[in-house]
Antibody
Framework: DVQLVESGGTLVQPGGSLRLSCAASGFTFSDHSLNWVRQAPGKGLEWVSSISETGTYTYYADSVRGRFTISRDNARDSLYLQMNSLRADDTAVYYC???????????????????WGKGTTVTVS | DIVLTQSPLSLPVTPGEPASISCRSSQSLLHTTGHNYLDWFLQRPGQSPQLLIYLASNRASGVPDRFSGSGSGTEFTLEISRVEPEDVGVYYCMQALQSCTFGQGTRLEIK
């Protein structure tokens, strides 16, 4: 089965740091780009960060740029999110999501979030 | 930033009846490839989101054909032809043309 399992979420004080992990199985990890998406308690979904298949390209939401770092280890089939200078508004369930790809022709691809983990909870308080 | 506005925010539906959710974008989501960069997700209670529709009208693998997506530019619609009890949850649209943003969600409940 294709699976993503997040871990590392916990209670942390404001200003603290945390590293989230996402372990993948059931597919060729290095073939896929990946996302982190979060959901604050009782709120909607917010994209956090993306990373390309080799880790060369990374992208961040304005709300976390400069504080969070996304990375991956293709040898370990794992995705990471290093979170520094944490604030109360970073409190959320953090999901990792695989990006599937659809060919649009002319070397264009569209990437969609086709597999999600169950999430890990980060509480900043 | 592109803002997505969903309506209604709450949608009570009788099983077997159709349902429709609107997603309006502050900017056109039509890419130069001719495709609209909009997806739909369902988050069932206590679960993580699942992809329903990508590129506005393409059903994801394993999604029942009672779900369909339509629209172009700034106006999009998710339709459920006959609602079933397992369709309960919050539906989100998401744009991927500029970075990535989600709508605020539409909660579907069974009457």
């Amino acid at each position: 089965d294709v699976q993503l399992v997040e871990s590392g979420g916990t209670l942390v004080q404001p200003g603290g740091s945390l590293r989230l992990s996402c372990a993948a199985s059931g597919f060729t990890f290095s073939d896929h780009s990946l996302n982190w998406v979060r959901q604050a308690p009782g709120k909607g979904l917010e994209w956090v960060s993306s990373i390309s298949e080799t880790g060369t390209y990374t992208y961040y939401a304005d709300s976390v740029r400069g504080r969070f770092t996304i990375s991956r280890d293709n040898a370990r089939d794992s995705l990471y999110l290093q979170m520094n200078s944490l604030r109360a508004d970073d409190t959320a369930v953090y999901y990792c999501a695989r990006r599937g790809a659809a060919s649009l022709g002319n070397y264009y691809y569209y990437y969609y979030m086709d597999v999600w983990g169950k999430g890990t909870t980060v509480t900043v308080s | 930033d592109i803002v997505l506005t969903q309506s209604p925010l709450s949608l009570p539906v009788t099983p077997g009846e159709p349902a429709s959710i609107s997603c309006r974008s502050s900017q056109s989501l039509l890419h130069t490839t001719g495709h609209n960069y909009l997806d739909w997700f369902l988050q069932r209670p206590g679960q993580s989101p699942q992809l329903l529709i990508y590129l506005a009208s393409n059903r994801a693998s394993g999604v029942p054909d009672r779900f369909s997506g339509s629209g172009s530019g700034t106006e999009f619609t998710l339709e459920i032809s006959r609602v079933e009890p397992e369709d309960v949850g919050v539906y989100y649209c998401m744009q991927a043309l500029q970075s990535c943003t989600f709508g605020q969600g539409t909660r579907l409940e069974i009457k």
